[in-house]
């Protein structure tokens, strides 16, 4: 999967590191500079599902000081994952 911050595009390797079979997925993927961790949720509701996606990105490293400021960076490609995620489901 490819993270884009900006105009940089940052391949990101995912890993499950928690599973809850039918209901919550843990993924998590990390480079020198970058982590991220993503949950979906699935919750049975009538006859369809409501799904819970949440990614936390943050910057490691030295570059972790500057998380606060890159906060509304970090909020739009996490915006940009629950759109996509959003689109595809709604498919």
């Known amino acids: 999967m490819l993270t884009q911050t900006g105009k940089r595009r940052i391949p990101l390797t995912y890993e499950i590191t928690e599973f809850e079979a039918g209901s919550r997925l843990v ?18 509701n009538g006859t ?25 960076t970090l909020k739009k490609i996490g915006d940009r994952a629950r759109d996509g995620l959003r689109r595809e489901l709604n498919r």
């Open 27 to 44: 993924l998590t993927a990390s480079t020198s500079s970058l982590r991220s961790v993503d949950e979906i949720r699935v919750v049975a």
């Open 48 to 72: 369809g599902s409501t799904v819970t996606y949440k990614a936390n990105l943050s910057l490691l490293g030295i570059l972790r000081i500057a998380n606060p400021l890159l906060s509304p």
